[in-house]
């Protein structure tokens, strides 16, 4: 199975070729003492930008971009490094670095996100 490994923690974890980072993100979360992880608000719908994560290496192992993805990275300015965790998914060993670590709760909604200090 692919690798995935999350910077700065440096948590590393095998799952299914075609899983999402962000479902990784969420196993991985589990294995973070402080509790900050990859955030997400729109589920999904390329709106809130909260699940951005650069990629370090292995960007090829990942599915290409879609077209709502590339929307919103533009629009927030991010270089092609850049890629949403609730989008693309793991195809081959990657390296990613979270770039907003927000507080993780198994419930995640507005009421539970909180901007790491
Ligand atoms: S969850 Fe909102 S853009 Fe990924």
Do not use: W
Request: hydrophobic share 40%; net charge negative; with cysteine.
């Amino acid at each position: 199975m692919p690798q995935v490994t999350f910077l700065p923690y440096d948590i590393r974890l095998e799952v299914p070729r075609g899983t999402s980072l962000l479902a990784a993100a969420d196993e991985a979360a589990e294995m973070v003492p402080d509790d900050f992880f990859v955030g997400e608000l729109c589920e999904g719908r390329h709106e809130c930008g909260n699940c951005c994560v650069e990629v370090v290496a292995g960007a090829g192992n990942l599915s290409p971009a879609t077209q709502g993805e590339r929307r919103l990275l533009n629009d927030m300015r991010h270089g092609s490094a850049v890629r949403t965790a609730c989008t693309a998914r793991v195809l081959g060993d990657v390296t990613v670095r979270i770039l907003a670590p927000v507080k993780h709760t198994p419930d995640r909604g507005d009421a539970q996100m909180q901007a790491h200090p």
